[in-house]
């Protein structure tokens, strides 16, 4: 094709690019308003159904077909027989009161599960006479019905809610139980489509701003970012909608900050090194070609290296993590696509005067500067004295570096991930904490929520006995006919257990709230004991759900952190064309990964003061941050490679690190912001993401790419890239 025509066809490549970016940002922002009707944030709908809390609950339904959401409405403060008339009316009003929101015009009393939906919600006192319950049990389809942006569940809780308020009295009224949590987990993740996606994108801007000094192009890459994201929602919409993933609004919002971090880290490493070449080719179409080219192989392997990590969580058992993988894998790639598609057509899009882009420093085109072999470890910059210092005393460097780390790595063991109970998920106080606290203060907080035991009918009296001797066990009784329609036990003196199948059901309530960490350790507990009378015999429960969840992540520990390690090492094989120096990257960034940890354990238990940390946190960090935290020792050691087939390794590597210094520093410090904004979520989960990843780019960007890879390399020598050393000079 002649240069004439590429001169004519160049324009209209732009425009159909642009407007097809267009077209798929109009989709995508329809759809993402959607993504919350097919979130699942139920923790029992992620565990795999070999779960033994997941069996359990199918047996649970042939027991009491007309399952429900308990929301237990505590009220403290109760000095009289007046305050107990003030909750009865309460309650009165409360089942009358149309739901908000609610287009057919329901009351709450619609939508209660038998037999509260037959005859009105009892006042039950505590026996120290200073409390109150009443239980508002919705039937299990009602909570998870779809009404306008939101789900009924939640709509009918603030409903109750608001009906307490309209009381205007003196006493202290909470809704807690599955159904306050619920509502209120709903909530904090109602900022996730507006308030986190804003939080993000205005910290990136702010920090495009101070790198680029320019008005336009930050506003270039956060518009590719935020195009990127539309057609990430489009494809994960579709696999949830389709029932393929089972999203919950932690992937959401995870998924949201990998995608503007990702794209914005790939436009910055594009950008800089098309700048380069506007400094030796005139046309700006040349340059950008050029710039392609060679950020091509460094971006894709950055790319793939994340795409194939978030996909081996594939192989968890848990549903939650599972979806994340496939989220997170479409999100990378639209930020790939995006940025090697989208933002070269708007780095274009001023044609001859292309330059503009970057006003008000505009990068100068110096003739017979192209092909300069000028060493950039020699100037007077802060990266090209990094580099040589480095380069000056790499084993003193390298061994600084990992003994730095390794003193942090030293605290791991003190982290604590043996799980959170209900209560303990969130950042600032909500309603149904507090609500726990008075219900634990003043009941038998785990009477709600029983553990569930499931044993053949001949070992019902075994079964009972076994569970009555497990500490942290208030009371055990066996499930009859008239328990099973909502009685209270002993309702029916001399009533024959419910028998099903041959089974029969034991409840025991647990002195804890079924939600807390304290109630999984009963479950593993009544397990031990009853597991012996037989192989029938199950545990489950809300109780055994948070256990079996706490399993899952360990089994899935063991088998997804190897091969993320053995799919990041191939790749790095593939793209270095080595062995030893993918084995110093991976190496490198375990231990990075250990002193992260130990620094986050630090923070957590002296500083936050968190009460400990979900199962999955340390498993989706190590994901993150290796996988993440290799991309930019890939962006440092393609280019050192680049330079070492000319120059020789060391000498490779000390220029490598003075030309990429600056930008992979960017994109480090842009990541890390990005991530830390999951911290406006008011979830304890997200937040601790936020720090550990955060913390783990920025060790990632400061210590590991800029002093302890580089100094091994160069310690190394010529060696570090066995068994294909032939094409590198001595």
């Known amino acids: 094709m002649s240069t004439s025509s590429r001169a004519w066809l160049r324009p209209i490549v732009i425009v159909l690019v642009i407007a097809g970016w267009l077209a798929v940002g109009g989709a995508g922002g329809q759809t993402f308003g959607k993504l919350s009707d097919v979130q699942e944030n139920d923790a029992g709908a992620f565990l795999p159904s070999s779960a033994e809390s997941t069996r359990a609950t199918d047996l649970q339904a042939d027991f009491a077909p007309a399952s429900a959401v308990p929301g237990l409405f505590v009220v403290d403060g109760i000095a009289s027989e007046g305050d107990l008339a003030v909750v009865e009316t309460f309650v009165q009003a409360a089942v009358d009161t149309p739901i908000e929101g609610d287009e057919q015009g329901r009351t709450v009393g619609d939508v209660l599960a038998p037999p509260a939906s037959e005859q009105m919600p009892q006042v039950v006192p505590s026996e120290d006479g200073e409390a109150a319950l009443v239980t508002f049990s919705v039937e299990s389809e009602a909570v998870e019905e779809s009404v306008g942006e939101g789900a009924l569940g939640e709509l009918v809780a603030e409903t109750v809610r608001g009906a307490w308020a309209d009381q205007e009295s003196s006493l202290n009224g909470h809704l807690t139980g599955p159904l306050g949590f619920l509502a209120d987990l709903l909530e904090a993740f109602a900022g996730i489509d507006g308030i986190l996606l804003v939080v993000a994108l205005s910290v990136v801007l702010v920090i495009l701003v101070i790198v680029y000094r320019s008005p336009v192009l930050p506003l270039l890459v956060l518009s590719t970012a935020l195009l990127a994201l539309t057609g990430a929602i489009l494809g994960v919409y579709a696999l949830a909608d389709a029932g393929t993933i089972t999203l919950n609004g932690q992937a959401q919002g995870i998924m949201f900050i990998l995608v503007v971090g990702a794209t914005t880290d790939y436009a910055l490493l594009l950008v800089a090194r098309y700048r380069e070449e506007l400094v ?238 304290e109630a999984a350790d009963v479950v593993q507990d009544l397990r031990d004991a009853v597991h012996p009378l037989g192989e029938d015999v199950l545990v489950g429960g809300e109780a055994a759900e948070q256990l079996d969840t706490q399993l899952t992540t360990q089994r899935d520990t063991l088998i997804i952190v190897p091969t993320i390690l053995a799919v990041i090492f191939i790749v790095l094989v593939m793209l270095l064309r080595s062995v030893v120096a993918p084995l110093v990257i991976v190496l490198a960034n375990i231990l990075s990964y250990g002193a992260t940890l130990g620094l986050s354990a630090i923070l957590f238990n002296h500083v936050f003061g968190f009460p400990g940390s979900d199962p999955a946190v340390p498993l989706l960090a190590f994901v993150f941050l290796v996988a993440l935290g290799i991309d930019y020792s890939i962006f440092l050691m393609s280019r050192a490679r680049e330079e070492s087939l000319i120059h020789g390794t060391r000498e490779g590597v000390r220029r490598s690190l003075a030309v990429t210094g600056g930008v992979i520093t960017s994109a480090g410090i842009v990541l890390a912001a990005t991530f830390a904004a999951l911290g406006v979520i008011p979830l304890i989960f997200l937040a601790q993401i936020a720090v550990i990843v ?19 390399i160069m310690d190394i020598g010529r060696g570090s890239w066995w068994p294909w050393v032939k094409r590198i000079p001595n």
């Open 280 to 517: 030796r080719v005139e046309s700006p179409y040349a340059a950008l070609a050029r710039a392609w080219r060679r950020s091509l192989e460094p971006i894709a392997a950055s790319a793939g290296t994340v795409i194939l990590g978030l996909l081996v969580l594939l192989l968890s058992d848990l549903k939650s993590n599972a979806a994340l993988g496939p989220a997170g894998a479409l999100g990378i790639s639209a930020a790939l696509i995006a940025a090697l598609t989208l933002l070269p057509a708007l780095l274009l899009i001023g044609g001859r005067r292309a330059r503009g882009v970057f006003w008000p420093s505009l990068p100068r085109y110096q003739a017979g500067q192209d092909n300069a072999d000028a060493d950039p470890s020699q100037g007077s910059g802060f990266w090209p004295r990094v580099a040589r210092t480095v380069d000056a005393r790499p084993r003193r460097t390298w061994i600084l570096a990992a003994g730095g780390l390794l003193l942090f790595a030293a605290f791991l063991p003190t982290f604590k991930a043996s799980g959170l109970g209900d209560q303990d998920v969130f950042t600032v106080q909500v309603d149904s904490v507090q609500g726990t606290e008075v219900l634990e203060e003043h009941f038998d907080a785990g009477a709600a929520s029983p553990i569930r035991i499931f044993v053949p009918a001949e070992q019902a009296a075994a079964a009972l006995d076994a569970a009555s001797a497990v500490e942290g066990v208030e009371t055990a009784y066996v499930v009859t006919p008239s328990i099973a329609e909502g009685a209270p036990p002993g309702a029916v003196p001399g009533e024959e257990p419910l028998e099903v199948d041959g089974r029969v059901s034991v409840l025991a309530v647990t002195q804890v709230a079924s939600s807390s960490s």
């Open 694 to 712: 955060s913390l783990g780019v920025l060790i990632d960007t400061f210590v590991v790419r800029s002093l302890l890879v580089p100094g091994l």
